[in-house]
């Protein structure tokens, strides 16, 4: 079955430390997104890419970066890990962005910086 | 701004019936998710609706209201299992996802 998948899941680094969130995944998808949820807010969209070679910045993307050399992998990169970018991390991919196309989420990387 | 509003918690008793509201405002509209998210685990797809009216599936239902900006999802006779957040979404102008902050629905029995 095809499947998206992360990792680590769980993650204690120390602030200034360049970290990196994997992310895998096995339905072909184009589409790829990484969101950070945290307490009170709505899954907010760091960066997003529609194919290989592919990379767009989202709405909160500071102190974040992505690349995107194959369609199976989306790795995050936090380059000077920060307090504030303790979080949980989910990765997402879909086969196409209109129309009623889910979004299939990784079980995601709980991030601690401290 | 982009605006998703939606109740922080709700409660409700197993057998009942739910009615969770989401308003929104924003840049464009291309669809209104709605996903489920257990404690601890990621969100999973409920429901899409894109035109005015009544979606049913199951248990669940979701309707839409595209003038009033407006969404419902309805879950009928409640199990304990469906203790979750309950995650409203709407797709926007340039196709992004742009989230609620979620409704946290606990089941009494």
């Known amino acids: 079955d095809a499947e998206i998948t992360q990792s680590p899941r769980h993650k204690i680094t120390e602030t200034g430390r360049q970290v990196t969130l994997a992310c895998h995944q096995t339905?072909?998808?184009?589409?790829m997104f990484w969101y950070r949820q945290d307490l009170g807010h709505g899954l907010r969209l760091i960066h997003y890419s529609y194919g290989v070679q592919d990379t767009n910045k989202g709405e909160v993307s500071d102190g974040y970066s992505v690349s995107r050399s194959n369609t199976e992998d989306l790795p995050l990169t936090l380059e000077s890990a920060a307090s504030s970018q303790t979080s949980v991390y989910f990765c997402a991919s879909s086969e196409k962005l209109a129309g009623p196309y889910e979004q299939y989420f990784g079980p995601g990387t709980r991030l601690t910086v401290t | 701004g982009q605006n998703i509003d939606q109740p922080t918690e709700m409660t409700a008793t197993e057998g009942a019936i739910v009615q969770i509201n989401c308003t929104y405002q924003?840049?464009?509209?291309?669809?209104l998710f709605w996903y489920q998210q257990h404690a601890g685990e990621a969100p999973t797809f409920l429901s899409y609706?894109?035109l005015d009216g009544l979606e049913e599936k199951g248990r669940f239902s979701s309707f839409l209201s595209r003038s009033k900006g407006y969404s419902y999802l309805l879950l009928k006779e409640l199990q304990m299992k469906d203790s979750a957040s309950y995650l409203c979404a709407v797709l926007d102008s340039n196709y992004q996802l742009i989230w609620g902050a979620g409704t946290k629905l606990i089941i009494k029995p």
């Open positions: 924003t840049s464009g509209f291309n669809g």
């Open positions: 609706n894109v």
């Open positions: 339905w072909n998808h184009n589409n």
